[in-house]
């Protein structure tokens, strides 16, 4: 089992940034990829950034330039850094892993960019 809790979602207006958090129940050093993902109303769930254990990151074409992924294996969190905020950014995100077969969700943290 492993749990993730995010953390730093609001309310920012466009043009600004956010840092979002995950903390992970167990170690980053037994994990490869690590994701953020997020779900606007009324749309599916879209990946938005990887990290994986050595520090190769891959981002969704829409966020490119903008958002920044980075984890910290020793104290076991995954950051996204977002700047440049648009109001198409609003959405919860969520942190997910996959572990031994299974894919874990954190409970998701809101970002409301206003116009």
């Known amino acids: 089992q492993v749990q993730l809790v995010e953390s730093g979602g609001g309310l920012v207006q466009a043009g600004g940034s956010l840092r979002l958090s995950c903390a992970a129940s167990?170690?980053?050093?037994?994990?490869?990829?690590v994701d953020w993902y997020r779900q606007a109303p009324g749309r599916q769930r879209e990946w938005v950034a990887s990290?994986?254990?050595?520090?190769?990151?891959n981002y969704a074409d829409s966020v490119t330039g903008r958002f920044t992924i980075s984890r910290d294996n020793a104290k076991n969190t995954v950051a996204l850094q977002m700047n440049s905020l648009k109001p198409g950014d609003t959405a919860v995100y969520y942190c997910s892993l996959l572990w031994a077969g299974t894919r874990y969700w954190g409970q998701g943290t809101q970002v409301t960019v206003s116009s």
């Open positions: 167990r170690t980053l050093f037994s994990i490869n990829a």
């Open positions: 990290v994986t254990r050595g520090g190769t990151t």
